[in-house]
């Protein structure tokens, strides 16, 4: 399975050294080597995929999902994919997408206000930008999922989270072997013991299994002791000279060494690295989410040509489109929602409610229709505009017209006790509904409300404070 992997990554990584070295081809339209590059990053939406932002065309793509072959229709929104692509003008193309969980087993530790939990030893972190198939947060002890994220030191940040059949007992669990007794023949990732006394198929390419080895390991769980089947090396070292482009949390920032690492590769800036919208190198730190784009170097480390900071949300908003405006594409454009115009472009996780019947997994902008009720992720104010970091379609008719909001306390504007949340006026009818309670929130208070809106108006049927870390 990693052979794969690495074969298609070291024939890529060829073709790029013999075009840049000179090399010939009998295609006289062969793209040069700066046209093609590894990306690692989330999927967004499709038609044909959309990864990091950007669209790639899969017509003749190889599609890998989790060791097996398969097609688009296997992918799911959230998932981090790794694709090979090469761009020939206006056109990006993927030669090869991979899709490889990161974790598969029992949930535990569930922690819903921490927003945590524990897969096989390993802490896993969910946000309001995590994609979930089959399962909703918070989960329920021992539900088997499978998740996919952005690694962030002894972390997973969860981008995608899935229900696993009843019938599936595999686990697996990607990390560094550690306490390594082969006298026992059992090792350890993170918290989790593994035996291997009974592994069928031992593939690490050359290295020596040792502490310090990252692997991935496939196997059973039964009272707790995971028996390994496969182990396999998990190394994906990319060569000197290749084009990548990735996406996550930042960790192991050093700010005098100009590095940091993304999703388990170091990355190092330096005078010729451009800094996207305004922002430069003081504005990095550990947990800043960025986008990276530049060429692993000779020692393995990606020289940042291009860094740009992915800006968090700071509204949740649920109500139903009354405007759209649509662009050339069939994939960005603006949509009015509680009377806000909200831009959605490419960066847009898009996806549909796949709860209900109806659920379209190629879901994109171009399947909004006024009077749709959308969940959405929103950055911005009203002075620079507001943007939609995911949006999922709602096909549940029962609530369509009950609105829920989520902003920070700086938002409420206080007009002698008259009360306003992005231009929207808050009134109430209900009497267990007391809006002076806003008179004294603070402006790191999550204020949660509740209501139906109407001419500019919300009635507030709910209102509730929390005060955020």
């Not at 390994?228 to 000197?240: K, Q, R, S």
């Not at 909200?342 to 997994?361: A, E, G, H, Q």
């Not at 306003?420 to 790191?444: C, H, Q, R, W, Y």
């Amino acid at each position: 399975m990693k052979k794969q992997k690495l074969a298609v990554l070291i024939s890529l990584s060829s073709a790029l050294l013999l075009t840049a070295c000179g090399g010939s081809s009998s295609s006289s339209d062969s793209t040069n080597a700066g046209d093609n590059k590894v990306v690692r990053g989330s999927i967004d939406g499709f038609g044909s995929v959309i990864v990091n932002g950007v669209r790639y065309e899969t017509d003749q793509a190889t599609i890998s999902v989790n060791d097996t072959e398969g097609t688009q229709a296997d992918l799911s929104v959230g998932q981090i994919v790794t694709l090979y692509a090469n761009s020939n003008g206006n056109r990006n193309v993927a030669d090869n997408i991979i899709y490889d969980l990161d974790l598969k087993g029992p949930a535990a530790n569930i922690d819903a206000t921490a927003n945590t939990f524990t897969v096989l030893g390993q802490t896993v972190s969910v946000s309001n930008l995590t994609s979930y198939k089959g399962v909703t947060w918070p989960l329920t002890n021992g539900q088997s999922v499978e998740v996919s994220g952005y690694v962030k030191g002894n972390e997973l940040i969860a981008s995608f989270v899935e229900l696993n059949d009843v019938n599936d007992t595999e686990v697996e669990l990607r990390g560094v072997v550690a306490n390594l007794n082969e006298a026992a023949q059992t090792f350890e990732i993170g918290s989790q013991q593994i035996s291997y006394l009974s592994t069928t198929e031992l593939d690490l390419d050359g290295q020596v299994f040792a502490d310090g080895l990252q692997v991935e390991v496939e196997g059973n769980l039964e009272s707790g002791v995971f028996t390994a089947t496969e182990i396999e090396a998990d190394d994906e070292n990319l060569p000197d000279g290749v084009e990548i482009e990735l996406a996550g949390a930042l960790y192991d920032f050093d700010g005098a060494a100009k590095t940091f690492t993304v999703n388990g590769t170091q990355v190092t800036w330096n005078s010729q690295t451009e800094f996207d919208d305004g922002i430069s190198a003081e504005n990095l730190d550990n947990d800043v989410t960025v986008e990276v784009e530049g060429t692993i170097n000779a020692n393995g480390v990606l020289v940042a040509e291009d860094i740009e900071i992915e800006s968090d949300a700071n509204i949740s908003l649920e109500a139903q489109i009354t405007n759209i405006t649509a662009v050339s594409d069939q994939f960005t454009g603006t949509i009015t929602v509680l009377g806000l115009a909200i831009n959605v472009d490419m960066s847009t996780r898009m996806s549909d409610d796949d709860d209900n019947l109806n659920f379209n997994p190629m879901f994109n902008f171009s399947d909004l229709a006024i009077s749709d009720k959308v969940e959405l992720e929103i950055t911005g104010d009203a002075t620079n505009g507001y943007r939609a970091v995911s949006l999922e379609r709602d096909l549940d008719q029962e609530k369509i017209n009950i609105v829920e909001l989520e902003v920070l306390g700086a938002a409420v504007i206080n007009n002698n006790g008259e009360y306003s949340v992005l231009g929207v006026s808050l009134v109430t009818t209900n009497d267990g509904v007391d809006l002076n309670i806003l008179s004294s929130v603070t402006d790191t208070e999550e204020v949660s409300l509740q209501g139906t809106f109407a001419n500019n108006i919300l009635n507030v049927t709910e209102l509730e404070l929390d005060e955020q870390d």
